[in-house]
């Protein structure tokens, strides 16, 4: 019985986590390779990737804690060069012209209707996400890959769009927050063995009080 007590223990506080940490200041090598920014920061992981939460999230990137993910361009380096962002009522469009080091960046000319924060999000290579706080009212610019290694410029494999919508801005469909999880196939395994001891010791407790 102290075992199988132990397994249910095991199998209901055994979750996925995700740590809490903090990004931190660009340093002066990529703090302006995004244009125009009033704010460069780096990433405590790897990939801003979707969980529960979104890494730029947990992040608080410029102090924010309520960023949206919009999607990606250049996804796995080779991927298309334009966004939609699709909203009740309205439509905007993200796009870059250039390659994986550097180019220009545009948007919809009236995409700040819609939004009081965006964010432009670069990965590529080992290096931490970097992200760029676009200074408000601004609809194009350039960019250079803040991906380097020993001091060389590395490829970007993806530009992320991240936006705080505005009040009364309705998404139109998906991806518009972030997609929850997959529970790992160990995890959902356990939760089921967890799931079914729990049956079986009530009925045990109800054959003895029977």
């Given amino acids: 019985m102290r075992l199988l007590n132990k397994m249910l223990v095991v199998a209901v506080f055994v979750i996925p986590t995700y740590s809490q940490a903090a990004s931190i200041a660009c340093d002066a090598a990529i703090a302006n390779k995004v244009t125009v920014n009033m704010g460069c920061e780096v990433g405590s992981q790897k990939n801003d ?31 298309d060069n334009s966004l939609a962002i699709n909203f009740v009522g ?64 590395q490829d970007i494999s993806h530009i992320t769009f991240y936006g705080v919508k ?11 927050a972030p997609i929850p999880p997959v529970p790992e196939p160990s995890t959902i395994a356990l939760f089921m063995l967890g799931i079914t001891g729990l049956g079986f010791a009530s009925r045990r407790r109800s054959k003895s009080n029977g």
Avoid: R
């Fill in 90 to 153: 309205d439509s905007y469009t993200f796009s870059a012209t250039g390659d994986l080091q550097m180019g220009t960046w545009t948007m919809s000319s009236d995409i700040w209707d819609s939004f009081d924060d965006i964010m432009l999000v670069f990965k590529g290579g080992n290096s931490n996400f970097t992200g760029y706080h676009i200074s408000t009212g601004v609809t194009s610019g350039n960019y250079m890959t803040p991906q380097l290694k020993d001091g060389k410029p």
């Fill in 166 to 176: 505005g009040d009364g801005v309705v998404c139109q469909a998906t991806p518009c």
């Fill in 49 to 79: 990737k979707l969980n529960p939460t979104l890494a730029v999230n947990d992040d608080s990137m410029f102090g924010i804690t309520n960023w949206e993910f919009f999607g990606k361009i250049f996804e796995g380096g080779s991927g």
